[in-house]
């Protein structure tokens, strides 16, 4: 009798089990299909295997290189022979944790802020960050990049109003002096093995941790007012009766009052501000803060407490900086000649009111939006906008290290004793700009960007206009009708002849006075929200 060629099919083997982590690594391999009446014969490259056992496992052994086999399966069951053949190609792979960050429970307004790296893989020998956010600057970490050092890293430099830094780490995991890199389906190649991740660490910049808007009674002997912060530049007001505009500052220190109407010097009154406090200022009973029964109306701002020196200038000055708020406080003794004075924020200043503390003289204003920073307007007068002038800027816009001084008296008087408050622009929380006014009861549209809390407006075209204020807490809701005159004594003045709206995203000026809205007549402003 003679027997018909049969075929039979035999499954491809398909290969389960742990991938290897390193070179001289031992790891078992299983062929799930595997048949006892199937025979395998393997031939590995780049690495060593050992006999497939009765349930299929065989041990493979990684030398160097990219690991890979290949297996042949057989059969004669039955006198009919088949084959089949799979080729395994090993990838590399490194189980690792990625670390997690954790950052300080209030890091909205810091200026050193310490990221825990809380979880490490063992294996893992470095960490290096790259921080990515368009409103953030490094300190110890350079431009970006650093070993870990223990399980901290310091990153130092906060600016902008929401800070959000997303933190790309990469870890770098070292087994037995060669690295690794895991790729699915890829070769082995001799690098670095890393993992990357992104996250996110919001700060919120809060306007009202930087800015406030106070009022009180008086009583005639001594009270504490509230700001909800530690301030360093303070500015109140009697508003029911005439009196003079108070100033005081951290750096000066408490009793040190700079009249801001008038052109006078320091003088040193103990019964007026007498201490800033963590969450506010006390007063004594100085009628120009205190006076029993009358009301009064203070702004404050967050500057960054004891000064520090600052040696960007030709000048060394001693500087208190807000950087997130674009805010500095600056003293310097005057040379009576050119020189430069560094002022500490991380922009150009938008606003730089400048006096001279020793002897009487006017406050110096510059303002980015007339004469590209080199004009000057005296806000304890009501005349216009001076053009370009030598001695108080020496003709010089600043720079975001320093500003300049000339050789006049009130900026930059020999042996004087100097003191400036610059502000920049932070999106979000401040706006300083101008406007044309359109003579209209329905005035210009003015964007800053958010609702404004505080607005400040000077014709800067035309003199005989004063210095206005309004704000979000004397008049609480549109039209805002109180305003208050800053280089003026008078009173606190009350009419919908000088209102303005607040806007969710600006202010309009509701009225037709020349000193706000004269047709054709540029302004100045300073909002704050």
């Known amino acids: 009798a003679s027997w018909a060629d049969t075929s039979i099919t035999l499954d491809a083997p398909s290969i389960t089990g742990t991938l290897f982590v390193d070179d001289g690594s031992t790891v078992s391999h299983t062929i799930s299909n595997w048949s006892d009446d199937v025979s395998y014969t393997i031939t590995p490259t780049n690495c060593t295997v050992g006999a497939v056992n009765s349930s299929g496992v065989f041990v493979v052994t990684h030398t160097s290189g990219t690991p890979s086999y290949t297996i042949v399966a057989t059969t004669d069951s039955l006198g009919l022979a088949d084959s089949s053949v799979v080729t395994k190609n090993i990838v590399l792979s490194v189980a690792m944790t990625a670390p997690s960050l954790n950052a300080p429970a209030d890091s909205d307004d810091a200026t050193a ?45 906060w600016s902008g109003t929401s800070v959000t830094v997303t933190l790309t780490y990469t870890t770098v995991a070292t087994y037995s002096n060669r690295a690794k890199v895991q790729s699915t389906n890829a070769a082995y190649t001799d690098s670095a093995w890393s993992s990357t991740d992104s996250i996110v660490i919001s700060s919120s910049f809060t306007a009202t941790d930087n800015f406030d808007v106070s009022l009180w009674t008086g009583n005639g002997s001594s009270q504490s007012v509230t700001t909800g912060f530690q301030p360093d530049f303070v500015l109140y007001k009697v508003r029911s009766t005439t009196y003079d505009w108070y100033a005081f500052d951290s750096i000066r220190g408490a009793t040190k009052v700079k009249y801001v109407n008038k ?46 020196s600052n040696t960007n200038g030709s000048i060394t000055s001693t500087v208190s900086v807000n950087t997130a708020a674009g805010f500095s406080i600056v003293s310097f003794t005057g040379t009576g000649s050119t020189a430069t004075v560094g002022h500490g924020l991380s922009s150009t200043p938008d606003i730089i009111m400048v006096a001279n503390r020793s002897v009487g003289g006017h406050w110096n204003f510059m303002h980015s939006a007339v004469n590209g920073h080199t004009g000057y307007m005296y806000s304890d007068g009501n005349g216009a906008f001076g053009s370009p002038y030598t001695p108080p800027w020496n003709g010089t816009a600043p720079t975001n290290s320093y500003f300049t001084v000339g050789n006049d008296s009130d900026t930059n008087g020999s042996a004087s004793a100097i003191i400036a408050y610059c502000w920049h622009e932070v999106s979000g929380y401040s706006k300083f700009g101008s406007f044309t006014g359109n003579g209209s009861s329905t005035g210009p549209t003015v964007t800053t960007g958010f609702q404004p809390s ?73 909002a704050f929200a």
């Open 113 to 157: 802020v310490t990221y825990t790296i809380s979880s490490i893989d063992s294996n893992a020998t470095k960490v290096i960050f790259d921080a990515q956010s368009s409103n953030f600057t490094y300190g110890s970490v350079g431009s970006g990049s650093g070993s870990k050092v223990g399980n901290t890293v310091e990153i130092t430099g």
């Open 263 to 308: 052109i006078t010097a320091e003088v040193t009154n103990s019964s007026t501000l007498t201490s800033f406090n963590s969450n506010g200022f006390s007063l004594g009973s100085e009628a120009g803060g205190n006076q029993n029964s009358l009301g009064y109306v203070g702004w404050s701002w967050k500057a960054g407490g004891t000064g520090v």
């Open 454 to 526: 505080f607005v400040l407006i000077k014709d800067s075209t035309q003199g005989g206009h004063n210095w206005s204020i309004w704000d979000d807490v004397r008049s609480t809701s549109n039209t805002r009708t109180k305003i208050v005159k800053m280089d003026s004594t008078v009173a606190e003045y009350d009419s919908a002849a000088v209102g303005i709206d607040f806007l969710s995203t600006g202010f309009q000026p509701k009225n037709t006075d020349p000193a706000i809205n004269k047709t054709g007549n540029t302004y100045i402003y300073m």
